[in-house]
């Protein structure tokens, strides 16, 4: 298979498998850890206005969905691709990144949550996913 298609594949592989695992884990979240009393997390605009009943807890599915998410997709994406599997981990972590970055900016969270997620859960796991992979 031509190098440039297959790792057009990996990187559209990475991010489907990454999505879906971390929608998985937001999806169970709610019954492992139950929101707080009075919680609407149903919508964007129910969780704006219960984000101040969150407790720390309340936050670790979302950082772990967004970091297996990642690690997962990083992964698959530097298994598939025929080349430069660092660059494509890393890629498909960028990307995840930028969505990191786009629901902080719509759903408000702690300080502290945003810089944990932000720093921790994108591209260290890319890196991770890349040398799980069997880095060169």
């Given at each position: 298979?031509n190098?440039?298609?297959?790792n057009?594949?990996?990187?559209?592989a990475?991010?489907?498998?990454?999505?879906i695992?971390?929608?998985?884990?937001?999806?169970i979240?709610?019954?492992?850890?139950?929101?707080?009393?009075?919680?609407?997390?149903?919508?964007?605009?129910?969780?704006?206005?219960?984000?101040?009943?969150?407790?720390?807890?309340?936050?670790?599915?979302?950082f772990?969905?967004h970091a297996?998410?990642?690690?997962?997709?990083?992964?698959a994406?530097?298994?598939?691709?025929?080349?430069?599997?660092m660059?494509?981990?890393?890629?498909?972590?960028?990307?995840?990144?930028?969505?990191?970055?786009?629901n902080?900016?719509m759903?408000?969270?702690?300080?502290?949550?945003?810089?944990?997620?932000?720093?921790?859960?994108?591209?260290?796991?890319?890196?991770?996913?890349?040398?799980?992979a069997?880095?060169?």
């Amino acid at each position: 298979m031509n190098p440039i298609v297959r790792n057009i594949l990996a990187v559209l592989a990475g991010l489907v498998v990454g999505s879906i695992v971390n929608m998985s884990i937001i999806m169970i979240s709610g019954s492992i850890i139950p929101p707080p009393e009075g919680a609407d997390i149903t919508t964007v605009e129910g969780l704006k206005a219960s984000m101040h009943l969150f407790e720390p807890i309340n936050f670790l599915f979302p950082f772990l969905a967004h970091a297996i998410g990642t690690l997962v997709g990083a992964f698959a994406a530097a298994l598939i691709a025929a080349n430069n599997k660092m660059r494509i981990a890393i890629g498909v972590s960028a990307f995840f990144l930028i969505g990191g970055i786009a629901n902080v900016c719509m759903l408000p969270s702690p300080t502290w949550f945003t810089l944990v997620d932000l720093i921790g859960a994108y591209i260290p796991m890319g890196y991770l996913g890349w040398k799980l992979a069997g880095s060169k």
